[in-house]
């Protein structure tokens, strides 16, 4: 068999991931662009070069045995961003679920092992492909070696043979050795010979051959002052030059046969690209690959109910409604089950919703019900004119506030994470995609009454486990009653004016049309906008603009690139116009339009209560929390939802600046506290805190940078995201930072302070006892440690302002009940509140909503809400 190894240099790779795609985090917070930018050139290298071996080198350490020779060595380079830091534990996991031996040598680089294991396998016969990011190891390159160099980007590669090398620079890859000897280099701090560049050391290696004949015949050379040069730094580039030598004796203690590559652990695979939210990597896995196969279970005993008869029924029940469209406002029922103290029972859907007696029983406040997903069940039955009442307990929410960070797929998840194993997943049960069905009646009657089982066995240990816990008061008295709250406004809905919404989409096909038109006549011809291709030779080749980032098909043309080329000619201005419009035209025009209900001209989005780790709440189908605004045209697509009767008008209250007041209070600062007291604009005083000025003195600028840095510190940033968002160095970021630590001591000491609590517990509150677990905060790899740090300092503050909102969402629906008004809470968008209400009602909310929404709890800084209203939600604006 011939064998072919593949040698990768892991920190560069993972490096040029980062730096070459955007920022992107998973649904927990967790950065995630190194890691996919990684996983997917891994997956590329596999399909491309399929070796028989393959293994992955990281640096050890920041110290090496370079270090003795020259402690300066790689001395000038910047620390890395912690966005990348936090992401290597994951890229080393995603090598181990892909069964690729990984290796690193104390004192040693990547490089040393790379080119250790690069001899010793041409010596056994091997083919070798070395793929970096790093010039530097050109020089191993032979034979029997090609050394495949990232350009920029991750997606295209440059591969060196002897022969490419004397191509392109006239030199063996030996002399690539001599030639960073006498140039140096910059981001390994190897001084070389100041003066030399690239052309001078590569005229004198072509006449001289190596670096020591060259200074054996220094009179030899051309050039007083070069010779001066030469002569002077003799000693410095014969070190340079020992500096920039990868050895190929470094002391590894792995053998070749180790790396031997057959398949991945597939199942490890899906369980991690799941947890990183790579789906499109997991849709190129296939629809039922990865499924686990589960042991068969015991028989259950049920009845089956072909009446509903009053003796059904107990004090207390547990009653599981199975819809198995995620969009339950759409899709029917498929049965349901009942367990009681008198048995298990299995009530086909048209059995219940035909019967009085169950409809008298579901709307009966006094027979206690415990159910999965209290809203889900809600909405499901009200679609039957069954409006639930009762509900005692939701396993799905206690679940969840037990602990945010477990997925929740389905009630086998939840069952099997507290040791209920005599339940099938819903994937194994019903199948997935194409291939799902629905069971016999006979079976699907046992999977139901299983799924009532669960929900009877585990409701008296998940309280238990919420009083010990201190979270019983989170969970009975916010969670589950807001979660018919969220049922109310999600069956109300929200009206939508079609014909709003058609002559909006009709005015930005026309707008398009404009800078389409605009575009050609600035490119000097027609192509096709959309087409990165096409693009890319109109912009770099035709109007020779500067190349910022290639990828394998040509130029990268993606919005990061055209925003730093906006200055360069006016047609960037013009695409990126172009884009957003196009997105707001197929993402929220025709998207809207997709899922109005032709019946009511409402749209129904689902509200989502149990999957943010800080308690957010997050909406889907659609997604009405997304709406772009920063944009005039976006924000006009909230001209399109009305109120939905004649004679009411949209009413809109948005809590000012919350999370900085959380953090006032929380922080305990003096400074921030009297900010907010006097009611002074907080981002003006901390511009006037940092740079030590008068408030006359505040440019738009100080008090631009003092906004970042007060919401960067509630969302844990680092100088390195300070210095993106507001394009400046790291080292000017690092230092706004430290000055806005040094104003607000306070702050410093909260964050140090939440750091050592949350090392002792292991997890992090809101003021309302909500946990979020954080097992990471005292691992021994610095990177995860300093990720949960951050984690550990935001979450207070981001789940705090998240469990006011919803507590302020209860108090209104009270209030508004007691005071019998007919004004209707629609929407809870991020810090917002959004209601329709008739115009007569419209003073009583102006005195009503502040009150409540600013007294819903008591913080040491006064919370502050602000109004408007109109005819549209965009007139409440």
């Not at 000897?181 to 001078?200: A, F, Q, Y």
């Amino acid at each position: 068999m011939n064998k072919k190894l593949v040698l990768i240099d892991g920190n560069s790779i993972a490096y040029r991931a980062f730096f070459a795609l955007p920022l992107l985090n998973n649904d927990k917070g967790i950065h995630t662009n190194a890691v996919y930018g990684f996983t997917m050139m891994l997956l590329r290298i596999l399909e491309d070069e399929k070796p028989s071996h393959i293994m992955v080198a990281f640096d050890a350490g920041k110290t090496t045995f370079r270090h003795k020779t020259f402690s300066e060595y790689k001395g000038g380079r910047q620390k890395t961003p912690p966005e990348l830091s936090e992401q290597f534990p994951f890229i080393r996991e995603v090598l181990d679920a892909y069964r690729i031996k990984r290796y690193e040598l104390e004192n040693y680089e990547a490089d040393d092992i790379i080119g250790t294991l690069s001899k010793k396998a041409e010596e056994d016969g091997y083919e070798v492909k070395v793929i970096s990011g790093d010039k530097d190891l050109t020089q191993l390159s032979s034979e029997k070696t090609t050394v495949a160099i990232t350009k920029k980007g991750i997606t295209e590669i440059e591969e060196y043979t002897p022969e490419h090398i004397k191509e392109k620079y006239g030199l063996t890859p030996k002399q690539i050795i001599d030639m960073k000897g006498l140039m140096g280099d910059t981001s390994d701090n190897i001084p070389g010979v100041p003066g030399v560049g690239e052309k001078t050391a590569i005229k004198l290696l072509t006449e001289f051959g190596t670096l020591e004949k060259l200074l054996e015949s220094i009179d030899q050379v051309s050039g007083k002052k070069l010779k001066e040069k030469l002569e002077e730094f003799k000693d410095q580039a014969i070190m340079s030059k020992e500096l920039a030598t990868i050895t190929l004796e470094a002391p590894v203690t792995v053998q070749l046969d180790e790396f031997e590559y057959d398949e991945f652990d597939r199942d490890k695979v899906v369980q991690l690209f799941k947890e990183l939210g790579f789906n499109s990597l997991l849709d190129k896995l296939g629809d039922n690959e990865g499924a686990s196969v589960e042991e068969p279970l015991e028989n259950v005993e049920y009845t089956t109910v072909k009446e509903v008869t009053e003796e059904l029924f107990a004090t207390e029940n547990a009653l599981y409604i199975e819809v198995l469209d995620d969009n339950y406002h759409y899709a029917d029922l498929v049965g349901i089950s009942l367990v009681n103290e008198k048995g298990n029972f299995f009530i086909p859907t048209n059995v219940a919703i035909e019967s009085s007696v169950f409809k008298a029983w579901a709307e009966n406040e006094a027979s206690k019900k415990i159910v999965y997903d209290a809203k889900r069940t809600e909405v499901s039955l009200r679609h039957h004119h069954i409006h639930l009442k009762g509900i005692e307990f939701d396993l799905l929410l206690a679940a969840y506030i037990m602990n945010p960070a477990e997925s929740v797929d389905d009630i086998s998840t939840t069952a099997k994470r507290y040791g209920f194993t005599s339940i099938s997943s819903d994937e194994a049960f019903y199948g997935k995609g194409a291939k799902r069905k629905i069971p016999e009646p006979e079976q699907l009657g046992e999977h139901l009454v299983r799924k009532g089982l669960v929900l009877q066995d585990l409701r008296d240990k998940l309280e238990q486990e919420l009083k010990s816990n201190e979270q019983f008061e989170l969970y009975y008295d916010l969670e589950l009653p807001l979660s018919l709250i969220l049922a109310d406004m999600e069956s109300c809905g929200i009206k939508v004016d079609m014909d709003r919404l058609h002559a909006m989409g009709e005015a930005i096909t026309e707008q398009l049309s404009t800078i389409e038109a605009r575009i050609y006549d600035l490119a000097g011809e027609s192509f096709n906008i959309n087409s990165p291709k096409q693009l890319g030779v109109i912009l770099f080749e035709k109007l020779k603009l500067p190349v910022a980032k290639k990828t394998k098909t040509g130029y990268s043309t993606s919005a990061d690139v055209l925003e730093k080329l906006e200055e360069e000619h006016e047609i960037i201005r013009e695409i990126l116009n172009y884009r957003q419009l196009g997105k707001l035209q197929s993402t929220y025009i025709e998207g809207l339009l997709k899922v109005i209900n032709p019946t009511t001209n409402k749209v129904h989005t689902r509200f989502n209560q149990a999957l943010t780790q800080t308690g957010r709440l997050s909406s889907t189908d659609p997604n009405l929390q997304n709406i772009p605004i920063r944009l005039e045209e976006g924000r006009k697509i909230r001209q399109a939802f009305i109120p939905s009767e004649e004679g009411w008008v949209i009413f809109a209250a948005d809590y000012s600046q919350i999370e900085l007041r959380v953090l006032a209070h929380i922080a305990n600062d003096e400074k921030l506290i009297e900010a907010f007291q006097e009611g002074l604009d907080i981002h003006t005083k901390t511009a006037m805190d940092v740079f030590h000025v008068s408030k006359e003195e505040v440019t738009s600028n100080m008090r631009r940078h003092a906004k970042a840095v007060n919401f960067g510190i509630v969302y844990g940033i680092s100088d390195y995201g300070l210095s993106q968002s507001l394009n400046i160095t790291r080292k000017e970021a690092g230092s706004f930072i430290e000055r806005y630590l040094q104003s607000y001591p306070g702050v410093k000491e909260y964050m140090e302070e939440i750091v050592k609590d949350a090392k002792q517990k292991g997890f992090v509150s809101t003021l309302l006892h909500r946990r979020r677990y954080i097992p990471e905060i005292t691992s021994r790899n610095f990177n995860l440690r300093s990720f949960a740090e951050r984690t550990a300092m935001n979450t207070p503050i981001q789940g705090s302002a998240a469990d006011i909102i919803k507590k302020a969402m209860i108090d209104m629906a009270d209030r508004l009940k007691k005071e019998n008004l007919k004004s209707r809470l629609l929407l809870s968008v991020h810090d917002e509140l959004i209601f329709e209400a008739p115009e007569e009602e419209i003073e009583r909310l102006k005195e009503i909503v502040p009150d409540v929404m600013e007294h819903t709890v008591e913080l040491k800084v006064p919370l502050k809400v602000d109004y408007s209203y109109g005819p549209t939600w965009f007139d409440a604006k």
